[in-house]
């Protein structure tokens, strides 16, 4: 596939064209500024951090002392998850195939075997889904996104690019590809079907409210229904349970609640972008308790970054993710993009940042991520695996 230059957006052909717009644009636009962020671990949502660094010391919130008004703590942090290891629901799955879906695009898929699975997706979502199904053991190639410690050792098929390989896809023998609309070429996709590879295509959004479904997609898919229906259960479960912890230590007086926006940034790039409604940035924020200050501007999916929409948004935290953060050169890089110094988390240095691995990857690993930008903003400096963003 041919390198995606900075800057440019790249609308992938499907069939049928995809409705969920904002999601997909806004998937490019990562994608977009993947060539310019050189190595392994540069491209939009690979890992902040080491990927081996599985589980970092945290402390019990009833040790914590939640700030009684967080808007004014001053300084960076870096939101952490406790283990970014995926527990399986099963080590003993029992996939009844073949599995006959109807996928995402309307497409009919028969899949015969899951012997040898390749999940493959912006986000690195699919992957872990496919690991927390129980099937962690046959993936035999992963995304350049999937970032949990298992799957570490998975050849890469997708490149700092973020665009299907054939070549690659076709020498690791697949009997099953999972993916969605946020990777390409299509071409790429017909070439595999051609090939007789099974190739079910899922939902691209993401966000809180797709973790479910999205596990219940892929689980049919791979004929392992009662896993997917203990998965989600558990997830359900987990991340219910991690919203109402939040919800005790979110401030009740509306004006001491955190205005919080997303920024995605590649400085090499040249690509600076706010994230808004749709963009699964908004469901972050608000299962955190934060007020997406982007979606009530009217910012929808996503929207360049300038000194007046900031102006307009007033945040006091701006999110980002690890990589991004430091390809503008830390929080001091940071306060020099337009308008951001001058908005109350600029002058508080309030920057929260996150592994891209894991920030909006919206899979099994949701309610830690969850937990641990709740510790961040409410929280700050209180757990030992706490460090000043860009520290690292």
């Not at 099963?90 to 015969?112: I, W």
């Not at 966000?207 to 997917?228: H, K, N, S, Y």
């Not at 996503?302 to 307009?312: D, Q, T, V, Y």
């Amino acid at each position: 596939m041919g390198a995606v230059r900075p800057g440019i957006i790249r609308k992938w052909r499907l069939r049928p064209p995809p409705r969920r717009v904002a999601a997909v644009t806004a998937a490019l636009v990562l994608a977009a500024a993947a060539t310019a962020c050189g190595g392994g671990g540069s491209a939009p949502t690979a890992a902040g951090g080491s990927v081996t660094a599985t589980r970092n010391p945290v402390l019990p919130w009833s040790q914590l002392k939640p700030l009684a008004d967080p808007r004014t703590y001053q300084g960076p942090t870096t939101a952490t998850v406790a283990d970014a290891d995926i527990t399986p629901v099963t080590t003993a799955p029992h996939p009844v195939l073949p599995a006959s879906v109807t996928d995402n695009q309307g497409t009919k898929v028969t899949v015969r075997s899951v012997d040898r699975i390749l999940a493959l997706d912006l986000y690195g979502t699919l992957s872990a889904t496919v690991y927390g199904l129980g099937l962690g053991g046959e993936l035999v190639g992963r995304d350049q996104s999937t970032g949990f410690p298992e799957a570490a050792k998975l050849p890469v098929v997708t490149g700092s690019t973020h665009q299907l390989n054939a070549e690659a896809i076709l020498k690791l023998h697949p009997t099953v590809l999972i993916t969605d609309s946020t990777l390409g070429p299509w071409d790429v996709v017909l070439q595999m079907r051609s090939a007789g590879i099974p190739v079910v295509v899922v939902d691209a959004k993401r966000g809180i409210a797709t973790v479910r479904p999205l596990v219940d997609q892929v689980a049919a898919a791979l004929g392992v229904r009662a896993e997917g229906k203990l998965l989600g259960d558990r997830l359900d479960t987990q991340i219910a349970a991690e919203k109402a912890q939040i919800a005790k230590v979110v401030p009740a007086e509306p004006a001491r609640r955190l205005r919080v926006e997303f920024l995605y940034v590649r400085g090499q790039a040249g690509v600076y972008y706010i994230f808004g409604q749709g963009s699964g940035a908004d469901s972050l924020i608000d299962a955190v308790g934060g007020v997406d200050v982007a979606t009530r501007a009217g910012i929808k999916g996503f929207s360049p970054l300038n000194a007046e929409a900031l102006a307009k948004t007033r945040p006091d935290v701006i999110i980002m993710m690890t990589l991004g953060l430091q390809s503008v050169g830390g929080v001091d890089g940071a306060l020099k993009l337009p308008g951001v110094a001058q908005t109350p988390a600029g002058r508080q240095r309030r920057i929260v940042d996150m592994s891209d691995y894991q920030v909006l990857s919206f899979g099994p690993l949701t309610a830690p991520v969850l937990d641990g930008l709740a510790r961040a903003l409410y929280a700050p400096g209180q757990d030992p695996a706490t460090v000043p963003a860009g520290a690292r």
